[in-house]
């Protein structure tokens, strides 16, 4: 069995992978301002102030499920079941994967279409598929590219962020081998239109499609899917079987409040005021309906997020994958979602990650952010990414996780810290020294112990005796 | 005229007593008496940032002893005013509390305390100079400091000039730029490009730590950009050597 394995460990080695990668870095740049741009103006559009509202509305609306989560799944699981649908409880991925498999052998399929799911990333459906002789079919273009590529997404909404037109047009020639390979593919609609007729085609080989959901609707049983590119349309409404794989906290309680979240996901994701296609589901296709599937399943995963109830990191479970926060993200932005080795990047994953694999494989996320707070300033759900990244520091502190040079360092420091009259002493003999070290040139190019800082930049000198010195001699 | 305490802050103490001098000098031409109570250290960020909470605890406790008689407290660095202002109310507890509560009700960023808090509309400095101005990330989405240095800076003569992404962080972090110096660096490398792609001769920022980092990569690079705190313009006090220059 092969869950989605993580190389989070490696973040370090990962992300200087990452810096020296010039197709990813010129990926990045041309990535960096599109999302901000479009979001400010977005908001800006709306009116900061009814934007910032809306914000309040879904944080308090997502609270008051995340309050009353095990009534709402109640709810919803008994819509479902009501409009001729099932529902399927998956504790872990390996339940997930397993439930999955099931479905897919007993509607005899060969081939799966998918729309973008991450709950799908989440538990290594593709790979449990192949390994059992399934063959998933990306059907969104971002996820499409990374399939031919044989790589994971690295944006929850973006998946192909990382890719650069260059390498999509050599990934093309590459696998559309029954197309005339002097054919011209110079233009992005050229790669967009050739996209779409070899997609298109595959819808109808497919017997079960495969869908993720942005939310699901506890007083109707629908779920819902926005997309740009209605290929999540297709995938579901085509096959005789739809699956819709979701975690536990899609849940919304009424139609009213979906489209509250609605109001303010693609404008915080892409600063479109609603994306191109959104799209509700309910139940099997009945009489006299012109289409739809012959069956609907939902795959409810846990997968650890119960255990986050009650705790610190309770306010993640707000989440609606917006992807403003990695949008937004320095450290995303320099190095890209694949460094962050696992299913989830940027600030939100650096709080969900370690809750759902573990601080000990998760641990350095968390670690790896500046505190700048841009993420936790434009999140819809209005989570406090780094108040919950600090959360995980602590629990890593407490179970001395922290590495020793750091704890050490910090115990001596901590130590004269609270001693004043010590850590003036020791102060204005360390500045002192440095003082001696820069000899009068006013920084240091290499200080002894600070490696990490001098090789990419000097060190300032002190500028004489220490400030608390100097004004006892004044005054 | 109202009792000030001088919260230095760690690296101003250490680093560059000017910035902490220029304070002062900007608080009594306001009309504060400014004191510096001598059991400050630092604000307890490292140990907070690290997930050293009793550390940190301990040391906010200290903190609050020493300050909370004053009538405001002020820093030149928006970063340890936001750890006051914002974290120390979490991160004690019991009768702490409402003493933290009410320091942080009176703790402020020296730029952001001459505007909002005494109504300086402007300072004595005349300094007709092309400046860009870095926004250090606690200053800017803690406490809401942006348009206060701006405004004071246009009344000495300096033009603002901004440059991309002036509100995107320098890649300092505290313990972030050596735990991950490769990301660090390639952030501030951004960063020092953007400020030089204006054409200004002075790079302005509210805080040491972003300061340092982006001075000692700009000197690296050979930018030849001359790097201030802000309240050095303000105060009029660029006599003494830019951040990493030598005398
Ligand atoms: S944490 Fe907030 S900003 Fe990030 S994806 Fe989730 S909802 Fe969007």
Known sequence: ?475 | MPRVALFVTCLVDMFRPSVGFATVKLLEDAGCTVEVPEAQTCCGQPAYNSGDRATAAQIAQQVIVAFESYDYVVAPSGSCAGTIVKDYPDLVQGAWVPRAQALAAKTHEITSFLVDVLGVESVTADMPRLATYHDSCSGLRTLGVRDQPRKLLASTGVTVREMDEAEVCCGFGGTFCVKYPDISASMVADKVRHATDTGAELLLAGDLGCLMNMAGKASREGRGIEVRHVVEVLAGMTDTPAIGEPK
Not at chain 1, 26 to 51: C, H, P, Q, T, Y
Not at chain 1, 207 to 224: C, K, P, R
Not at chain 1, 371 to 397: A, N, Q, S, T, Y
């Open chain 1, 1 to 475: 069995m092969s869950l989605h394995a993580s190389t989070t460990p490696q973040f370090k080695q990962n992300s200087r992978d990452a810096l020296a990668d010039e197709n990813l870095q010129s990926a990045l740049r041309s990535a960096r301002n599109g999302f901000v741009g479009k979001r400010a103006i977005a908001r800006a559009k709306m009116g900061e102030d009814e934007f910032d509202a809306l914000r309040n509305r879904g944080r308090d609306l997502k609270n008051h499920v995340l309050a009353n989560l095990g009534d709402y799944l109640e709810a919803y699981e008994r819509e479902v079941i009501a409009s001729g649908g099932h529902v399927h409880w998956a504790e872990t991925a390996a339940d997930a994967q397993a439930i999955v498999l099931d479905i897919c052998r007993k509607a005899g399929a060969k081939t799966v279409n998918k729309g973008k799911t991450m709950i799908s990333e989440e538990c290594g459906i593709n790979d449990h598929l192949s390994a059992n002789g399934i063959t998933p079919v990306e059907t969104d273009l971002g996820e499409y590219i990374i399939q031919l590529r044989d790589e994971t997404p690295s944006h929850i909404i973006a998946p192909a962020v990382h890719v650069t037109v260059p390498q999509v047009r050599e990934e093309f020639l590459k696998a559309h081998t029954h197309l005339d390979p002097d054919r011209d593919l110079s233009g992005l609609d050229t790669l967009l239109k050739e996209a779409r007729a070899v997609l298109r085609a595959k819808y109808f080989e497919a017997q079960v499609g495969i869908t993720g959901a942005n939310m699901l609707i506890a007083e109707t049983g629908q779920s819902v899917i926005v997309t740009n590119e209605g290929n999540g349309d297709l995938s579901q409404s085509l096959p005789k079987v739809h699956i819709v794989m979701a975690s536990i906290e899609k849940i919304v309680p009424t139609m009213e409040d979906a489209a509250t979240v609605l109001r303010i996901l693609a404008r915080s994701a892409t600063g479109q005021d609603m994306s191109v296609y959104t799209t509700f589901s309910q139940g099997p296709r009945r009489a006299g309906d012109p289409d739809g599937p012959e069956e609907y399943h939902v795959v409810l995963l846990d997968n650890g997020r119960s255990n986050m109830l009650g705790t610190e990191f309770q306010d993640m479970l707000r989440c609606i994958r917006c992807g403003a926060c990695m949008n937004h993200c320095p450290v995303y932005q320099t190095v890209g979602g694949h460094a962050y080795g696992w299913v989830y990047p940027g600030p939100m994953g650096a709080v969900l990650t370690p809750s759902l694999i573990g601080v000990e494989e998760g641990g350095h996320l968390p670690n790896a952010s500046t505190f700048c707070g841009r993420c936790e300033d434009v999140c819809p759900m209005r989570i406090p990414l780094p108040k919950m990244m600090r959360h995980w520091r602590e629990r890593e502190f407490e179970r001395n996780l922290t590495p020793a040079a750091t704890r050490w360092g910090l115990g001596i420091w901590g130590w004269f810290a609270k001693r004043p009259a010590l850590y003036r002493l020791a102060t204005r003999g360390g500045m002192a020294g440095l003082r001696l070290l820069g000899r009068g040139r006013g920084r240091l190019g290499k200080v002894p112990l600070a490696g990490s800082w001098t090789d990419a930049r000097d060190m300032p000198a002190p500028q004489g005796d220490t400030f608390m010195a100097q004004w006892r001699a004044k005054r």
